[in-house]
């Protein structure tokens, strides 16, 4: 009894196991008027009477039974009674939000975390209006705490040619097995045109997605012909497991077998043959690692100060402070940057404004220091960048344009200046305040883009009521951002509006925008093949 009165005096939080979910969803109707549904599923955690997101999958193209790759992480709590929904959408716009013009809903689900975890899998009618239009299945798991992953370059010769007018467009999709023998769709490579002899891109994964911790489960490789306008085409499949692939001489190959070709051909061979030509597994170092092997968080801040915002000597000013309270500006300064302190040892932060005429010629500058010292922009602590704010606003202009490129350019010279003299002891996070659309968007595009190639993120906080569609492409949730001339190598934006935050306490803002950063630093170092102790700990098979 008394250790049962100690586990509960330890909180819920000791009760908390974290689980992956894996969906997928048949029967789905047609929405679109000349191809089928494109459906994405959001899903929503219900938390003090109304529902927050707490994941989505990627877009199925044209397919009117999803099985989703993207999982889901949640935090399975054994006394609590966790509702989600499941919504899933027919995606028409993918430039807007889902829920603002981007999408019709297809139907949605209704069902306890609990249900799916005692069951592994719980299977359950989309409904919308009170018309079942589809189902939907859940798979759950407990998440293997192994922290690795495997790097892997495959190809294929030989395979079937399944288009009239040319070769075949292949592309192969990984999938491990459940617990109830079917499987469930884990990674998809990219798709490469007319070829029988694709040579795909190599590709990252956590074993953990592929196996779970069990390098004897099976995983199952199928490898499918894109169409445009139809259902795309089985190629052939084969299965292996985690354990083979590490013990395998390579190149490996394996035949890929099409079941329908096997029943109808005496002498049927293969449908193609599947070659394993690298493999490398590491060992997965986590946020902390980095950080306590002295990784510095170097937090950056940007303030706009456009005409927009107004005259900050009105009330009606975004930039106004009435006395003994802080304004929008301030209040995010001070939420986000008192969590980003604690992880910058000499706590100096680069302190900028933009979009204003300034001091001593009231000439417009793109991106000046709040301190206008230009050979030392670094103010001491969260509260140096309060003061430092609240000195130049009476100082300075509110002019425009609001340009937000010239300063993402400034924070990328440092985190390149960084990468060359310290690879592994810097990461920048900038902190960028502003109150609307951005009149330099393609220009702010494609410096995201290269910046996602240094040690660094974008914090974006949207102050006031404007519009701020701009910065939902610019976060990219549903894939990497692309500019005119490239794609981002990761995600490494997040946006938030203020205004989704102003009943609640600060801590719910710091969590909103940070919570990518951990994230993000980790993709940056393991892509960059950065780690944080003096052995690499690798398995490579060449």
């Known amino acids: 009894m008394a250790a049962a009165n100690a586990a509960m005096a330890a909180g819920p939080s000791e009760f908390k196991t974290k689980v992956e979910l894996q969906i997928k969803c048949k029967g789905l109707p047609k929405l679109d008027l000349v191809s089928k549904s494109d459906p994405i599923c959001l899903v929503e955690l219900e938390s003090s009477g109304s529902f927050t997101e707490v994941g989505r999958t990627e877009v199925m193209k044209d397919n009117p039974n999803p099985d989703f790759v993207t999982s889901i992480p949640l935090d399975y709590c054994f006394e609590e009674l966790q509702h989600l929904k499941f919504s899933v959408y027919d995606v028409d716009n993918e430039r807007k939000s889902i829920k603002d013009g981007g999408g019709q809903l297809i139907g949605a689900a209704e069902i306890r975390l609990g249900q799916i975890v005692a069951n592994k899998s719980h299977t359950a009618p989309l409904t919308l209006a009170e018309k079942q239009r589809g189902e939907i299945t859940v798979q759950a798991e407990e998440v293997s705490s192994k922290m690795e992953d495997c790097k892997m370059t495959w190809s294929a010769t030989h395979l079937d040619k399944k288009d ?99 029943a109808k051909k ?20 986590s946020f902390l690692d980095y950080v306590s092997a002295g990784c510095e968080v170097n937090f950056v801040v940007g303030i706009d100060f456009t005409g927009s915002n107004g005259n900050p000597s009105h009330p009606t000013s975004l930039h106004y402070i009435a006395p003994n309270q802080m304004n929008q500006y301030m209040q995010a300064l001070w939420a986000v940057g008192s969590v ?203």
């Open 164 to 262: 009239f007018f040319g070769k075949s467009d292949p592309y192969l999709v990984f999938s491990r097995q459940n617990a109830d023998g079917t499987f469930s769709a884990v990674h998809k490579t990219e798709t490469l045109k007319n070829t029988l002899d694709p040579d795909w891109q190599p590709f990252l994964i956590q074993t953990r997605k592929l196996c779970n911790g069990d390098d004897n489960r099976q995983i199952e490789i199928s490898c499918f012909d894109w169409d445009s306008d139809s259902a795309d085409d089985l190629i052939g499949s084969c299965t292996t497991t985690l354990g083979a692939l590490r013990s395998a001489r390579l190149p490996l190959h394996m035949d890929l077998k099409n079941p329908k070709k096997a």
């Open 266 to 285: 005496k002498n049927y061979t293969n449908s193609g043959v599947l070659h394993l030509r690298h493999f490398e597994a590491n060992r997965l170092y």
């Open 340 to 542: 980003c302190e604690q992880y910058d040892t000499d706590k100096l932060f680069p302190a900028f404004g933009f979009g204003a005429k300034i001091p001593p010629n009231q000439q417009f500058s793109d991106i000046f220091p709040l301190s206008f010292n230009y050979e030392n922009p670094y103010v001491q602590g969260i509260q140096g960048v309060h003061q430092a704010y609240q000195q130049c606003l009476p100082q300075v202009a509110l002019w425009g344009p609001t340009n937000a490129a010239p300063i993402i350019t400034r924070v990328a010279e440092m985190a390149r200046e960084a990468k060359k003299t310290s690879p592994i002891k810097h990461y920048f996070v900038l902190l960028l305040l502003t109150d609307g659309v951005l009149t330099d968007m393609e220009a702010t595009k494609e410096i995201i883009v290269e910046a996602s190639k240094l040690p660094m993120s974008i914090i974006i906080v949207g102050v006031g009521s404007a519009d701020f569609h701009d910065m939902d492409v610019l976060d990219a949730d549903d894939g990497r951002l692309r500019s005119r001339i490239s794609v981002a190598e990761r995600d490494i934006v997040q946006f938030v509006p203020f205004r989704d935050f102003a009943q609640s306490s600060p801590a719910h803002l710091a969590k909103a925008v940070l919570a990518e950063v951990p994230q993000q630093l980790v993709d940056y170092m393991r892509q960059h093949n950065e780690v944080p102790a003096t052995a690499c700990n690798t398995e490579m098979r060449m």
